[in-house]
C-alpha cells in the first residue's frame, strides 16, 4: 500500500519540540498517558458492542499489554479495543484541532516552573505527544472495531509523519516507541526493565478497571538444577493492576495519592485536585459518586463545545464520558465518576435527560458540591480563595438557572469591595459590617474596578463610608437583574432609583433640603427635561453626587445599557430605555445654569441648550458610555474652550 507523508500543524510541531527538549521533569508520566488512551479504546468498545448487535468485534478479553524488546529497545502498549479508521488516525495524531491552541501555547512558553508547564499540557489533553520525550520514533498500528483495514502512523517527531494502509493490523491500537539511551541525569530511566514498569503502572493506573498485562520474563540460561533441563514452559502474562474502583472501596482503603491518580486519569489533567468529594447513596435508588475539584480553571471552560460532565458507569459497566445530565452547567468544571446500580446499560443521552432517577442525582450532586464549598470557606480558607479565583466566574452562572439554590450559591460567592482594595468578601462579611440604619446591599457593576471607583455614582457612598460590592465579571450584570436577596436583604444598584443615606434622622434633614432645592431648581429641571426628551426621560436633582456636575442612572427596574448591548450582541432585540439625568444642585456650573436660566427664562437661546446637552454628554462619558454624536460633542467643547481664552 502506498505511503503517505504529512507535515505537522504548526502548533502540534512547536508542542512537539516542547516535549523532545524536556519541558516535563517526570518523564514516567508516557506511560501513564498511554495506558490511559488505551483504558478509553477499550471502554468505547464495550459501550459500542453493547449497543451495536452487528459490531464485528471481539470483546471476550479485553485487556491492555504492554511489551518491551531489550535488544532493539522497544516499547510496545498494546490494548484490543475500539482503534482508529485512517481518516481518524490523520485527524487525532497529526493535528490539534482546537480554536485555544495559540493562546495554551503562549501560555505554556511564560510558565513558571515545571510543575505549571505539566499543568498546561495535561489541561490541553494532549497526552500521546508525551512518548515523544521518551523515544527516537513513535510507530502507532491501528485498526477500528470491525473494519477489515488498518493503519500505520509513524513519526521521528521532527515535523512529519506517515501513514500508510496495512492488511495485517489486529483490532485495537498498539504504540510502539523506540526509546533513547537510558540518561538518569535527565530522568530518562531504563523503560525496558520490567520493574520500572511495574513500578510506574501502580503508582499511575492501579485502579484502571482493565487488567494491564506484562509477559513474564523468561528464566535465564542455565537457571534449571544440575543435571536437569531448564524449564521452557511458557508462563503467564503477569498482571500488574488491582483493577479495584476506587469509589467502591471505603475511603480507609484508599490513600490521596490513588484518588489524585484517578482524578488525572479522568481529566488528563497532571495537577492534583484541590478537593476530593465522596457521596454514597444507599434506599430505593442506589449509586456511589467520586467527585472531584480541580485546582484550576482549564483554557476552554467558557469555550462553545467545551466537554463537561461526569463519567457515568452502571454497575462498574463504564456507559459515557462527560454525562451532562448528572451536574448543571454552572458546576461544569467538576470531573468525576458516578456508579449507578439501577440503570439499563442501554441507557442514551436523550434517556438520560428525561430520566427521574438521574434528575434526583443531578440535585443531590450539586448540593453536595455546594456544601463542599462552604465547609472549605470557614475550613480551609486558602483552598476556597483559590477555589473563587478559578471558578467564581463560571459558579455564578448558576444564580441565573438554580434558582433551588441561589441562597447557597449567594453564600459561596465572594465579591471586590470597597472595603479592601485587596481581598474579596463574602454578603455574610458585608452584612455584618453594614452601618446601623443601611437596609440594603450596595453594589455597581462595570468593566473594571478603577472604572467603577471613579464613577460619579459613588461619590455618596464614599463620602458616607458605606462600603459597595464592585462587579466586574461579564455575568454580574444579568444575574443581578433578577433583583436578588441576602438573609433578608435586597441587593440594589448605585446607579439606579434614588439614593437614601444615613440614619433616619440624616434622611429627614436631607428630604426637607432636598424639597427646598427643588422648588429653586424647578424650572430649570423641566425645561431640560423637555429640550432633552428624546434622550432622557427626566432631569432631577441628586442625592448621591458630591463632586461631580451630573450623572446618569436608571429608573430602579429598568435594563442596564450594559446588559442592552449584551442582549443584543446575542442577536435579541430589546427595545432602548431613557434614562433619567440627576444634576448636583452644588456644583458651580449647575447652579450657574440654574441663574442664567432664571434670568433668560423661555429666551434661553441656543447658548443654554448646548450647555445642557454638554452636561448629558459629560455624565454619559463619565460613566463609560458612547456618544451618540461625538463630533458634535467636539465641536461644542471646542467652541466653548475658545471663549475662555
Avoid at 485495537?172 to 520490567?194: C, F, I, M, N, W
Wanted: hydrophobic content about 35%; glycine content about 6%.
Amino acid at each position: 500500500m502506498p505511503t503517505e507523508t504529512f507535515e505537522f500543524q504548526v502548533e502540534a510541531r512547536q508542542l512537539l519540540q516542547m516535549m523532545i527538549h524536556s519541558i516535563y521533569s517526570n518523564k514516567d508520566v508516557f506511560l501513564r498517558e498511554l495506558v490511559s488512551n488505551a483504558s478509553d479504546a477499550l471502554d468505547k468498545l464495550r459501550l459500542e458492542a453493547l449497543r451495536d448487535d452487528s459490531l464485528d468485534a471481539d470483546v471476550s478479553d479485553l485487556h491492555i499489554a504492554i511489551e518491551t524488546d531489550r535488544q532493539t529497545r522497544t516499547l510496545t502498549v498494546r490494548d484490543n479495543g475500539i482503534g482508529m479508521s485512517h481518516d481518524e488516525v490523520v485527524q487525532l495524531i497529526g493535528t490539534i484541532a482546537n480554536s485555544g491552541t495559540a493562546k495554551f501555547l503562549r501560555e505554556l512558553k511564560e510558565a513558571e516552573g515545571a510543575a505549571e508547564a505539566e499543568g498546561l499540557i495535561g489541561q490541553f489533553g494532549v497526552g500521546f505527544y508525551s512518548s515523544f520525550m521518551v523515544a527516537d520514533e513513535v510507530t502507532l498500528l491501528t485498526r477500528r472495531a470491525g473494519e477489515s483495514q488498518g493503519t500505520r502512523w509513524t513519526s521521528t517527531g521532527e515535523g512529519t509523519y506517515t501513514v500508510e494502509t496495512v492488511d495485517d493490523a489486529p483490532q485495537g491500537t498498539a504504540v510502539t516507541l523506540r526509546l533513547k539511551p537510558e540518561d538518569t541525569d535527565d530522568q530518562l530511566h531504563d523503560y525496558v526493565s520490567p520493574w520500572k514498569i511495574r513500578e510506574i503502572v501502580k503508582r499511575y493506573s492501579d485502579f484502571i478497571t482493565w487488567p494491564v498485562r506484562m509477559a513474564a520474563e523468561s528464566a535465564p540460561e542455565g537457571a534449571g538444577a544440575a543435571g536437569e533441563e531448564a524449564d521452557d514452559t511458557p508462563r503467564e502474562p503477569e498482571t500488574l493492576n488491582s483493577m479495584k474502583a476506587l469509589w467502591a472501596r471505603s475511603r480507609d482503603e484508599v490513600s490521596d495519592d490513588e484518588y489524585h491518580e484517578l482524578y488525572k486519569h479522568i481529566s488528563h489533567d497532571w495537577i492534583d485536585p484541590l478537593t476530593t468529594v465522596r457521596l454514597q447513596a444507599e434506599g430505593t435508588f442506589e449509586y456511589q459518586a467520586l467527585l472531584f475539584i480541580p485546582s484550576h480553571a482549564p483554557h476552554d471552560l467558557f469555550m462553545q463545545g467545551y466537554k463537561r460532565g461526569i463519567q457515568l458507569y452502571v454497575k462498574r459497566v463504564f456507559i459515557m464520558d462527560d454525562c451532562e445530565a448528572l451536574m448543571p452547567p454552572y458546576l461544569r468544571f467538576v470531573k468525576g465518576v458516578v456508579d449507578a446500580q439501577d440503570l439499563s446499560l442501554n441507557v442514551s443521552r436523550e434517556i438520560l435527560q428525561q430520566d427521574r432517577q438521574i434528575q434526583l442525582m443531578h440535585r443531590r450532586l450539586a448540593k453536595k458540591v455546594l456544601s463542599t464549598v462552604k465547609d472549605m470557606m470557614s475550613a480551609e480558607p486558602e483552598q476556597y480563595a483559590t477555589f473563587w479565583r478559578e471558578f467564581g466566574r463560571v459558579v455564578k452562572e448558576g444564580l441565573l438557572s438554580d434558582f433551588e439554590n441561589r441562597e447557597t450559591i449567594l453564600g459561596i460567592s465572594s465579591f471586590a469591595t470597597t472595603h479592601d482594595e485587596d481581598e474579596p468578601t463574602t454578603l455574610r462579611g458585608y452584612v455584618d459590617r453594614m452601618k446601623d440604619g443601611q437596609e440594603h446591599i450596595y453594589y455597581l457593576t462595570g468593566e473594571s474596578r478603577q472604572a467603577i471607583e471613579n464613577s460619579p455614582h459613588m461619590e455618596a457612598f464614599r463620602a458616607k463610608g458605606v462600603e459597595v460590592l464592585l462587579l466586574t465579571d461579564p455575568v454580574d450584570e444579568v444575574w443581578v437583574e433578577a433583583d436578588p436577596e441576602f438573609d433578608g436583604r435586597k441587593l440594589r444598584s448605585v446607579a439606579k432609583g434614588e439614593v437614601d443615606l444615613g440614619t433616619e434622622e440624616e434622611k429627614k434633614e436631607a428630604a426637607t433640603e432636598r424639597e427646598g432645592r427643588q422648588q429653586e431648581y424647578a424650572d430649570l429641571l423641566g425645561w431640560m427635561t423637555e429640550r432633552l426628551g428624546g434622550t432622557v426621560k427626566e432631569v432631577r436633582l441628586s442625592s448621591r453626587l458630591t463632586v461631580s456636575p451630573a450623572c446618569i442612572v436608571s429608573d430602579t427596574h429598568d435594563v442596564t445599557p450594559a446588559l442592552e448591548n449584551m442582549y443584543r450582541a446575542m442577536g435579541q432585540e430589546v427595545p432602548h430605555v431613557k434614562r433619567i439625568l440627576e444634576l448636583n444642585a452644588e456644583h458651580p456650573l449647575v447652579g450657574g445654569l440654574n441663574k442664567a436660566y432664571a434670568a433668560r427664562g423661555e429666551s434661553a437661546g441656543t447658548g443654554l441648550e448646548e450647555t445642557a446637552e454638554l452636561l448629558y454628554d459629560l455624565a454619559l462619558l463619565a460613566e463609560g458610555g458612547e456618544l451618540a454624536d461625538p463630533s458634535r460633542f467636539v465641536r461644542l467643547m471646542a467652541d466653548r474652550l475658545e471663549r475662555t481664552l
